[in-house]
Structures are given as C-alpha cells and as structure tokens.
C-alpha cells in the first residue's frame, strides 16, 4: 500500500473509532463534540406558540438536565412536580410520543436551585445511562430494559456538594466516566465516618462494573474543594485524556488506568468559596475553563508542564459554560453586568464582538452553537438567538416559552431544536 493511501486510511479508522454517533445527534449534554455546537444546518429561523413547532410532549415535573437525542430516540430526567421521586424517560424523536418511563428513586433532600435531576444522560446509540444527585446510577437498553444499577452514593459516601451534585457522566468507547468532585465533610446527611475523597471513576458500560477510582488531590478548603462540571476528552499526542476541572485545578488523566498525566493550579490564592460549575471546553489545541463567581476565562496549553496562555476577565461566567463553535470562542455572563455575549478569538482571547441580551431571568444555562447561530435561553423562558461569527453582535431573533423555571441548555439533531421546559419538551422544526 502507498504511504498516502495508508495514512488516508488511518485517519478513516481514527475518525470512525472516536465518533460512535452521528454529528446529527446529540448524545450528551454538550453536544457530538463535547464543546456546544453541532454541524446541523437549515434550523427554523424563528418560531411561535404553532410556527415551526413540530410537537410538544408533557413532562412530569422539573429538571436542569439537557435532553439527549441518539438513534430518533430522546432521553430525559426529570424530577415528579418538584419532588421528592424522580425518573427516567425516553420519547420517539419524530412524533414526540413517550415510548417508556421508568421510576428511578426518591429522595427528600432540597438544594436552592437545584434538583435530584440535574446530570443529564448520555447515550451510545444503544444503551441510555442516568445518573442522579441521589447517587443512583442506571443503564438501561433502548427499549427501557434495566442493564444495570448502583448508587455511588452508597458505595461512597455523601456527593456533599452544597447546591447538590450536577455532573453528568461521560462515554468515550467502553467506558463511563463518573466524576466527584466534593467537600471532604457533608453539608446534610447522610453523615461521613471521616473525610470524603474526591475522585474520577470509570465503569465498564455494558455491566456497570468499577474499572478503575482514582482519588483527586486538592489543596483547596470547603466549598472550594467542590465542581459540578463534567469532563471532557481531548487528544494530545495521538491519545485521549480526560479533563476534569474543579477544586482549584485542572486535571488530565489516562482514561485505561485513571493515572493522572499531569494538573494545572489555575487559582492559588486559597478561598472558602471557590468552587467552579462551568465545564471544560477544548479547541484549537487548546483548553479553555473558567475561574469561580466571574472570575475569569483563560485558556491552557496543555502537557508536561502546563501553562495557561491567555485570559480573559469580563464580563465571565459563573455558572454557564464557554462555547466553541466555528472557530470561536464564546462566554455568557448571564447574571452580572447587563447580561453579556463575548465572542473571542480562541488563539489569542481578542475580542471580536460583544453584546448585551439582557432580559428579567438569569441565563444559567450553556450556549448552543448550531447552523451559524447561537441559541440562548433563560430561566424565565426568554429565548435570544445570535449570529455566529463576524466583527458584530446581531440579534436574529426573540421569542419567550412561559413555562418556568428553565434551566437546561438547548439541544439540536436532525434539523430540530429540542427546548425542555419546566412542563414539557418542545420540538422546533421547519
């Protein structure tokens, strides 16, 4: 074989071993390629109470989770009303009709803005997998049959998170990846026998069994030793790593053995309250996170000795994570500062534009980008939908859902926005 066709070839075999689903889904809460955006095109424009509304399907109760769509399938945690039970759902992503649902479990413990509900699944096209801020952790097949369950509350102790836990779980291949990024004493009960570890985990999918724990180190105290972010793959070198942000670091390790590669200190000044909710987010070679409470974007060289190699400090996130889409770097302050989109150049953090879409409710959830725009939506059901790209800010559309509270992103496959609200999940098409 000629050297060029065996580098085509290999590059065919990369591409199919690292994308088990299509770009037209979205698998996981953030999306086919773990930073917000999709290649989908020819998105509706804008929509009304019946304009480009394909369907809408009722849900039972609320939930910060981000749909998952894989296969025409669409998966959903919600809590029952505001609790205390709470379930998994799956619906044909066509018609919108509820195929199955399943009782998952209960639990009476409330947090300020959060819920039990909060992970979002993740999906493989074949099998479904939910995670709960109770601990429960189940797979289930695409017809709702129970592969697998555990609680890793139980196992190993309080999730101790003050506003609760929210980390979603992760596939890469074969393997689930679990993060718990936590206080070393609870807030709430269950009560600790002595202090709790922080750690990354990895299951084996297909029977929910422990391949690996691999305790997380941190010099940070109290709040500051928590995250409620998910990690993220990046390829360095020809092999994945996995991210993890959270407790004053950012941390890579070997998703075989849970080895840890290598860590950054992005904040060494040591504060009570320093616990970060926004995910990682990678592109252009680089890795980009988020300090706590507005506290600055910077971006990261990473390896051997790390280095962090620009940053960014207002208007910042607190709560929503950064996008990458098209070659650009977005971050929403949806809480401070008139409620601002900054659009950044990934290489070097200039600014190419900025704006203010304003509006009554906090914007807490993430920044979509799909079909060059970028879709925002707010806790009160304020939508805002953005140009992507260019030198400036444009407003393209605006619309309002009232069916509060909203808090999980929006999610596009197949041509279609998927919205989920604190009543039901709607489907937007042309």
Known sequence: MKKGKGLLWAFIIAATISAPTRAADWPQWRGPFFNGSTDEMNLPDSWGETENVVWVSPLPGISGATPVICSGRI?????????????????????????????IGSDS?????????????????????????????VGFDYEGRELWSRNIETEYGNLALKFGYGSSPFLNGSRLFILVIRRNKPYRKPDADGPLDSYLMALDAKTGKTLWKQRRATNAFDEGMETYSTPVPFVRNGKTEILNTGADFVTANDPETGRELWRLEYWTPKVRDSRVIPSL?????????????HGGVFALAPGSSPRIVWEFDSPVPDCSTPLFYRGRLYVLDGIKNGKVVTCLDPKTGRQFWQGT??????????????????????????????????????????????????????????????????????????
């Open 357 to 430: 879409i304003g509006g009554r409710g906090p914007w807490r959830a993430s920044l979509t980008g799909a079909d060059g725009r970028l879709y925002c939506i707010n806790e009160t059901g304020e939508v805002v939908v953005l140009a992507a790209g260019g030198n400036q800010f444009k407003i393209i559309f605006e619309t309002k859902i009232d069916e509060a509270p909203i808090q999980s992103s929006i999610a596009v496959a197949d041509g279609r926005l998927f919205i989920r609200t604190a009543r039901n999940l709607h489907c937007i098409g042309k």
């Open 281 to 293: 987010v990678t592109g252009d070679g680089l890795i980009f996170g988020t300090r706590h409470k």
């Open 75 to 103: 998966f959903v945690s919600s809590m029952v009303g505001r609790g205390p039970d709470f379930v998994a759902l799956c619906f044909d992503a066509k018609d919108g009709k509820k195929l199955w649902d399943k009782s």
């Open 109 to 137: 413990r409330t947090f300020p803005r959060n819920n039990m509900a909060s992970p979002s699944p993740v999906t493989d096209g074949k099998s479904v997998f939910f995670l709960y801020g109770s601990g429960h952790l």
